[in-house]
């Protein structure tokens, strides 16, 4: 059997296991970080007078940028304001992370907490 041969016949293995990786993956709630910056933000329109976007930039921050496919998401789906966009998602983060929306405080009966 030549390198061709044993190719192609392999190549549809691979991709099966390939979607099958990244369907579980998707599944379990992975994606990949947004490349796009404080700029493109910006230019989105992502910034606002309570969350001015406008020092990271002029400050050269490297980070990557808001997650603006969620937000903006967010935005359409509640016909919201990008700052009522930022709350919405920060409450849905909190929850899906076991801590209550109102106080910020864990929702975990064993977390312990110290003021």
């Not at 061709?4 to 990786?21: D, E, G, N, S």
């Not at 967010?74 to 909190?94: N, P, S, W, Y």
């Amino acid at each position: 059997m030549s390198e061709l041969q044993l190719f192609f016949i392999t190549l549809p293995i691979v991709i099966l296991v390939l979607f099958l990786v990244r369907r579980v993956l998707i599944k379990r709630g992975y994606r990949r970080l947004g490349t796009g910056t404080f700029l493109e933000d910006l230019e989105n329109g992502l910034s606002s007078e309570t969350f001015d976007i406008l020092p990271n930039i002029e400050g050269g921050d490297s980070r990557p940028g808001l997650d603006s496919e969620e937000i903006h998401r967010i935005m359409k789906k509640h016909g919201c304001t990008f700052d009522e966009a930022r709350v919405i998602r920060q409450q849905l983060k909190f929850k899906n992370n076991n801590i209550d929306p109102a106080t910020g405080m864990p929702l975990d009966p064993k977390a312990v907490v110290f003021s």
